[in-house]
């Protein structure tokens, strides 16, 4: 009987630790998903988006949050960089930096202009100016959100 109990739990516990695995693997896929559900409900209630409104607006928004993900990406890494070999630098080095950085905002800007022009086709002034105040009010609800969350796990000193 005990043999039986003992070859079982050889048998269950690797498929415990897979299962753990693999729902550790979906989990960061679903929240991914259910953030961008949660911003979609956000962003349409807020902009107070009509369905025509939205069909054209997603896909331009989208467009344009990955193109500045991209940049704050980059001008992330080249923080970075400059972080870990501050010590190192030549003073030319640090100059081609500060080059690179200021046309990583210059870009964003450009990026800024060029989208609010494409959501100015389709949406009046007023809401396009909205998209800019949603958008950090968004970040805001986010932040609390995730404060409750880190507050109701963590257990309190």
């Known amino acids: 009987m005990i043999r039986t109990l003992h070859i079982a739990w050889i048998l269950v516990i690797p498929l415990l630790v897979r299962g753990s695995e693999l729902s550790a693997q979906v989990r960061p896929a679903e929240r991914q998903e259910s953030l961008q559900q949660q911003k979609v409900a956000f962003f349409t209630e807020n902009l107070q988006l009509t369905p025509a409104e939205s069909t054209r607006f997603w896909p331009v928004y989208n467009d344009y ?62 809401k396009v100016m909205r998209i800019y105040i949603v958008e950090l009010d968004f970040k805001k609800w986010l932040l609390e959100n995730l404060r409750q969350n880190k507050a109701q796990i963590e257990p309190r000193k």
Not at 88 to 107: C, D, M, P, R, V
């Open 65 to 126: 949050q990955n193109r500045r993900d991209k940049i704050t990406r980059d001008r992330n890494n080249l923080l970075k960089y400059f972080e870990s070999n501050k010590n190192n630098l030549h003073e030319s080095e640090a100059t081609e930096l500060i080059g690179k950085y200021l046309a990583f905002q210059k870009e964003e800007t450009q990026l800024l202009e060029t989208y609010t022009q494409k959501f100015r086709e389709f949406l009046p002034a007023s």
